[in-house]
């Protein structure tokens, strides 16, 4: 604790505020939050992957007791300044704008599209009235592959368009044709990659109301981003911005579906508003299998030419992206996933093509990595194979390739959506990756794995680096205001989905006011509070947030100082702000409280202010990013493999990781934990199937398999801090770092441990079931 | 249809009179009724653990009851596990200690798992296998685990985790 | 997802229950509920009536008796569990129930109810199918007694006629010196099985296998038991008895498991679990 150092400081271990209330289960969560006169809504939702409406009667919903109302797109469509949602993040490469639409009009897309909408006295008779909407549909043909949806006569996901390539971009710089064709080694491969979904254990949910006496509608909304939010219903209602104000309560979880606008962030407020009462809807789990939005597959053709000695020479190919059924979050996620292909590793020629196709899927949005595990997937799966070709190491062949310290800041001829050049900031790779190595006896490990090969047990140890762009701007807002009772208040854009957000903030104003983060309350997610936000995606928070927080808590200390000094007659340097108080440096007693200088700043009727500032003790800042930073890890795991049943079990998982200066360790090792087991999942667990048809196979959690306590390891952590100089406190992010290296490390794990059986693994996730079918052919090839 | 059934039951020592709909579950009526929102639905099928209460002492999933059936039953409830004047019980002081939250959501479920699995190993030390296979029915996507391993092994573990 | 709409019947008596479900249309029977409340809060289940059997005595039943150890329908999976004696009387029953579920639905989830069910994930049907336990079922018209293999006709589906329930089990005592094992392929530990294994041998003084049975879960609707009266007077079991027994067996798949999967995963736990009931059989000998 830091209670004997009198204040709480940047860097330490400290326990969170927001734990106490969360601990006693006196959390407000969107479903705790029940209004006067609250309604509850259901959706009906297509049960078709593609189809078009032909007949939807809902007379018999509407007059069931306990029903207030029943909307379709007609219903709703009068409140709407446009068609379809105006939600079009900017976006180059985009052929197709599709932004969803607030209840389907005629099409349906994806199974889990809104149609309809009851309104009811709860959520029970609700559903009870979805069962009596009568509704047909003459089911259209299905895009469910993003590969055959790419071939010239594949049907439409949706009628009108002329192709299903909604979008497509690339990477193309130095020469990789040439460099490919004239290298000494090619390698080639395709890799077919599932991720899970985000998973919240707290599902997605908003509740509206609008107040008739002030023309003015709230929304709460278990949101990553508020503000956006905030402007989307601005537009979409044709409202007033002091009209509307979204807050979000406590948020069970967010993980990226929650950065996206859904349609029944739209619907409900719509609802609110015609009804004149305050209607909620709370997301079951069977809806958030279907309706969510989450990461879609990736499918790489890929090659990799190289020299005798194993260096990089160029990597070309292909990416091929199921984007669902509509763009509600531009094409960051396969962007993502190339630019992060490239690693700590010198790239000299790298063109990649990268085609989304739209699909009659739940459309795509990023999750907890955002593509960026399988970027590094394809990396680290290719240097494994050209170690192996050359006889080298897979440890070697790294560190033949790694971008190095003094070669920092180290441009990649990459655009970033910002418009701006890649750039790595600081980061030792070799010293990552040679750290994890040593803490896992990498050495020592053939010994043992002969040892135990003797005893008829396979293991095998993986190795996997990476790096990740965090911090994404443009701006983020913290103010910090010191009231005339002494409450200070620290008010930002930023967003709580349990990163720890008010502690983070908290313990860096309360560093730069020298008192306890206790002191400080923390106001997240209000737009009525903070007039300006982004919130939370792009590992961003601490980064900008945080500085946010830095800069107005040196801004108020340099105010505290100057109206300190006019009173008390001194200069603003020989004071210190500490404990409280603001006193002449060494004489604690000489000096005023904050709370004295709060009242102070707040003026008298007549009297001039002290230090002739303005009035207020607050400050404002919104911390600008100068450009992306960059985390980076190695990962080493060990694994036992059951050849005779596929089995997977992770004995040792070791991350070294560098995220630059740490503000609060323990905060930051919780991200990275959590972040490797969301990885684990994704690689041997979690896989949202289709059929052939686009109907959702793992609609539940015992279908949808997500890791449980019994199924992960300890992850063992380790920590190098090369702070950024790209922003003042030299932080970089964290929260989805570890997710990044898990897939490309357990496989390489697996693969060593299945070397007599010499399989390539190249589909995520690695069930049982596909590694027997591996094995199997690799028995029936060697027989 | 409403199918009102009374019933009487004990809340955390607190003995209740109530009309419910047989259909609705428990953790709908600790909500709804009783304004014990600590009680969290993840999934309302009875996998992820959020819902996790104690009836007569031992854990249930608060989404596989109807409310009729806690008729005559104590129910404990994560609001019935701090004192009265708020002092947090020593795991939920651990699970803070040990950063064993993030969002929260998981959480009242699992402090009510750490409490049976207490009152169970009946004084004897655990082994953090037995510690994560107690765990296994609750689901949390923030921490990992590990935090709520750590908090729980250094309560009943047979030895300290190594501090990370 | 919410419930739909039933009416509640909480009878204390089984005549009363049995009577309710002769004379109510479309009633389902609520036993610890651990199946069947998911299936109603996903309104895959749509009953008119809900009758509960919590509140009827004679059915909670846990007592050792003559022929093994007998346990009423709604005696739940965690008293089975803790129970001591059930594990000297009936060791399958302890290795099969330790893989049920978690906790926290075990404490719920009764014996009845999960055999009555018949998930081929489940585990309790396969201890049961293994040891042929005898089902004890009950109408208003009488009682009448089927052993397990009668009992278990397909996929989710007992023999039990729309008025009939299960009243209790007895389940085999295990004879001196029987060795058990029961082993199942799962994901995660807590999981429904996607194939498993129970089995019990019993050897003779010179440590020759005298009687042993198998049965499978997840390769066909029901469990299946399989004839493995050949290893009578064995010593061992060789390497690829089990891909033998199974050869030809007709086996149920499906895309994330198919048929060809499980059937090799069959046969490993077959070889597994034989090998460990015959060294724990050698092991009781041997005390």
Sequence with gaps: MSGNLGHDRIGAAMPRLEDRVLLRGQGRFLDDLAPAGLLEAAFLRSPVAHGLIQRLDITAARGLPGVEAVYTYADLRPLMSSDHMPLALPAGGLRHVIDPDVLAVEEVCYVGEPIALVVASSRRIAEDALALIELEIEPLPAVVDPVAGLEPHSPPARLGLPDNLV???????????????????????????????????????????????????????????????????????????????????????????????????????????????????????????????????????????????????????????????STPYGIALPYNAATNLIG?????????????????????????????????????????????????????????????????????????????????????????????????????????????????????LGLANYVEATGRGPFESVSVRISPSGQIIAATGATAQGQGVKSMVAQIVADGLGIRAEQIEVVTGDTQLTPSGLGAYASRQAVMAGNAAHHAALAIVEKIKIAAAAMLETQPDDLEVSQGRVHVKGVPDHGKTLAEMARALAGAPGFALPGNLPPGLFANSDYMANGLTYTNGSHVCEVEVDPATGTVRILRYIVVHDCGRMINPMMVEGQIVGGVVHGIGATLFEWMRYDAQGQPLSVTYADYLLPTSDVVPRIEMHHIESPTPLNPLGVKGAAESGTIGAPSVIVSAIEDALKPFDIKITELPVTPTRLRSLLRKAKEVRS | MFDPRPIKLTVNGRAIEAVVDSRMNLADFLRRDLKLTGTHLGCEHGVCGACTILVDGASARGCLMLAVQADGHAITTIEGVASADGTLHRVQEALSRHHGLQCGYCTPGVVMTLLELDQDREGRALSEDEIRE??????????????????????????????T | MKAPAFTYHAPTQLKDALQLLADLPNARVLAGGQ?????????????????????????????????GVLTGSMCTQRRVERSPEVGEICPLLRDAIRHVGHQQTRNRGTIGGSVSHLDPGAELPVAAAALNATITIASLRGERIVPFSDFAQGYLTSCLEPDEIVKQILWPKAPKGAGTAFLEFNRRPADFAVVSVATQIVLEDDGTIAQSSLALGGVQGAPLVLDISGLSGARTVHEGFGEDLLRGLDCDGDELYPAEFRLEIASVLIGRALSKALAQARSVAHV
């Excluded at chain 1, 001829?413 to 790595?424: C, F, I, K, L």
């Excluded at chain 1, 900031?425 to 803490?439: K, S």
């Design chain 2, 134 to 163: 107690a765990l296994s029915g609750n689901l949390c996507r923030c921490t990992g685990y590990q935090g709520i391993v750590d908090a729980a092994m250094e309560l009943f573990g047979s030895q300290h985790s190594s501090q």
């Design chain 3, 35 to 67: 199946s069947l409340m998911p299936m109603l809060n996903l309104r895959v289940a749509g009953p008119d009536h809900l009758i509960d059997l919590g509140h009827i005595e004679e059915l909670k039943a846990l007592q050792s008796v003559e022929g």
């Design chain 1, 167 to 325: 979008a497509r971009t690339g990477i193309d710089y130095g020469d990789a044709d040439r460099a490919i064709a004239s290298a000494p080694h090619v390698i080639r491969d395709e890799f077919r990659l599932s991720k899970g979904g985000g998973h919240s254990l707290e599902a997605r949910g908003v509740l509206a109301s609008f107040d008739d006496i002030e023309q003015r509608l709230t929304v709460w909304d278990s949101t990553q981003m508020p503000h956006r939010a905030k402007s989307i219903l601005v537009d979409a209602l044709s409202l007033h911005e002091s009209q509307v104000r979204v807050v979000t309560p406590d948020v069970g979880g967010g993980f990226g579906p929650k950065a996206v606008f859904h349609p029944e962030e739209l619907a409900i407020p719509a609802a609110a508003l015609l009804l004149k009462r305050p209607v909620k809807w709370v997301e079951d789990r069977f809806e958030s299998f279907t309706a969510t939005s989450g990461e879609r597959d990736q499918i790489w053709t890929m090659e990799m030419g190289f020299t005798n000695e194993g260096k990089l020479l160029a990597i070309r190919g292909t990416l091929r992206y199921d984007h669902g059924a």
């Design chain 1, 344 to 460: 700590p590793y010198d790239l000299p020629a790298y063109k990649i093509d990268i085609q989304l196709c739209l699909t009659n899927m739940t459309p795509a949005a990023p999750t907890r990595g955002a593509g960026r595990p399988q970027g590094t997937f394809v990396m680290e799966r290719l240097l494994d194979r050209a170690a192996e070709k050359l006889g080298l190491s897979r440890e070697e062949i790294r560190r033949r390739n790694f971008i190095t310290p003094d070669q920092m800041p180290f441009p990649i001829p990459v655009r970033q959506r910002d418009g701006s050049t890649m750039e790595y900031d600081t980061g030792d790779y070799p010293r990552c990756q040679q750290e994890a190595l040593a803490a896992a006896g990498w050495q020592d490990f053939p010994a043992r794995q002969k040892q135990a090969r003797a005893e008829g047990r396979f293991i095998g």
